[in-house]
């Protein structure tokens, strides 16, 4: 009888996972021709990039597709702390919280950084690097990208950080979505309370949840399982764990809250739209440095 009602309950949570996924979806839609009418830096549907990798080819242009991804693939590296290095399939290199101690071995195309601490931007960034955004603006108020690199649209929602001194700093930190290859990828950053309703709006429907789970200078596990369970991701990939016992904190919390958890044996990660679990999931990678 256990067993049964056990199956039950497992059953109706990822059913209410599933419905939280659709308000979410739905509730992005409501005055989206109104947004689209006034050309919002940041649209609220996460959605295809139209220029990636289906529009039409010039006169006399060649389809070029970077060999070891296919046409829907995204490539997610773990190079350590925050940081991971996403590829697209035309190449589009992507360093999340890119800063001067950890770091690709090779110098991305773009570089996202947050501004909680020197661990998650550089003061001394890769001159090659074509685009370098900052999460915060150091002359304080908002700051807004909506940027797109060939198959890749990146844009920002910011929120706010506490500093050392525990006081709130307006705008310090910014969650970065990567819209590419009919995925959509969310990277919290240095996040430090739940979110609005106008926030998850704004995000609209993520696929992939990059979090931090240190259970210490960002969020508590409390806060950290409600901010999940709000944005919905058929998958969340941990980070941020180098304090003792956090990871395995988080695990067992999200093992209680229905997630299935994989440990995956290397820090790499080939994903689709068709590969996406079923079953929400917890991707653990232990970092593999550049």
């Not at 997630?259 to 080939?270: G, H, M, N, S, T």
């Not at 739209?273 to 653990?284: C, E, F, I, Q």
Request: hydrophobic letters at 45%; proline letters at 7%; charged letters at 20%.
């Amino acid at each position: 009888m256990a067993a049964v009602v056990s199956a039950i309950l497992a059953c109706m949570s990822q059913a209410l996972w599933r419905v939280r996924r659709f308000k979410h979806a739905a509730a992005s839609l409501v005055g989206l021709p109104l947004l689209l009418a006034a050309a919002q830096p940041a649209l609220a549907v996460c959605q295809l990039v139209a220029d990636a990798p289906y529009r039409d080819l010039l006169p006399g242009e060649a389809r070029v597709w970077q060999a070891a991804l296919g046409p829907g693939e995204v490539q997610i590296r773990y190079i350590g702390h925050s940081t991971f290095e996403l590829e697209t399939p035309k190449g589009v290199r992507i360093a999340t919280d890119y800063n001067d101690s950890v770091r690709p071995f090779l110098p991305p195309t773009v570089a996202t950084m947050n501004g909680a601490h020197s661990t998650h931007y550089a003061r001394n960034p890769d001159p090659s690097i074509e685009h370098l955004l900052f999460g915060w603006d150091p002359g304080g108020g908002p700051l807004d990208h909506d940027l797109t690199v060939q198959d890749v649209r990146i844009r920002n929602i910011q929120t706010n950080i506490r500093g050392w001194d525990g006081e709130t700093r307006r705008l310090g930190n910014s969650i970065f979505i990567f819209e590419v290859a009919d995925l959509c990828l969310a990277h919290l950053g240095h996040l430090h309370h739940r979110l609005t309703d106008e926030d998850l709006k704004r995000l609209g429907q993520i696929d992939i949840v990059f979090a931090a789970i240190d259970n210490s200078s960002t969020l508590r596990l409390d806060s950290l399982m409600d901010v999940l369970a709000d944005i919905g991701p058929a998958m969340v990939i941990p980070m941020h764990f180098h304090f003792a016992g956090a990871l395995e904190a988080f695990v067992g919390r999200a093992t209680e809250a229905g997630y299935e958890i994989v440990r995956a044996d290397r820090p790499k990660l080939v994903v689709s739209r068709g590969s996406l679990p079923v079953r929400k999931t917890v991707y653990v990678m232990l970092p593999g440095g550049p």
